[in-house]
């Protein structure tokens, strides 16, 4: 099994920045691809950006390209997000996932417990 946990949410005003971090733990992390994806009130929850296991590709929703980065250090077992430009739209809580690929988060077998993200107007 692997386990995923997130940090690194909370309050930002609009146009500020976060880093959202998942400590990976109990298998191998390195060959796994990963990915975030995130879920507001009364929404689907909705891929948010992917990274391959070697962090050589990467792929992201169109609502955030261009503002947010995911990258992984595999030699701390960590994947992270970086978002910037941050809009009220973004709110959500955001989930950390790994062994799949893709925008469909039924492709994907772990996933963490979340971490809220809220962004003021």
């Known amino acids: 099994q692997v386990q995923l946990v997130e940090s690194g949410g909370g309050l930002v005003q609009a146009g500020g920045s976060l880093r959202l971090s998942c400590a990976a733990s109990?298998?191998?992390?390195?060959?796994?691809?990963m990915g975030w994806f995130r879920q507001a009130p009364g929404k689907e929850r909705e891929f948010v950006a992917a990274?391959?296991?070697?962090?050589?590709?990467?792929r992201y929703a169109d609502s955030v390209k261009g503002r947010f980065t995911i990258s992984r250090d595999n030699a701390k077992n960590t994947l992270y997000l970086q978002m910037t430009s941050l809009k009220p739209e973004d709110t959500a809580v955001y989930y950390c996932?790994?062994?799949?690929?893709?925008?469909?988060?039924?492709?994907?077998?772990?996933w963490g417990q979340g971490t809220q993200v809220t962004v003021s107007s």
């Open positions: 109990g298998r191998t992390f390195s060959h796994y691809d």
């Open positions: 996932a790994a062994g799949g690929w893709g925008t469909s988060q039924y492709a994907y077998n772990y």
């Open positions: 990274i391959s296991w070697s962090g050589s590709s990467t």
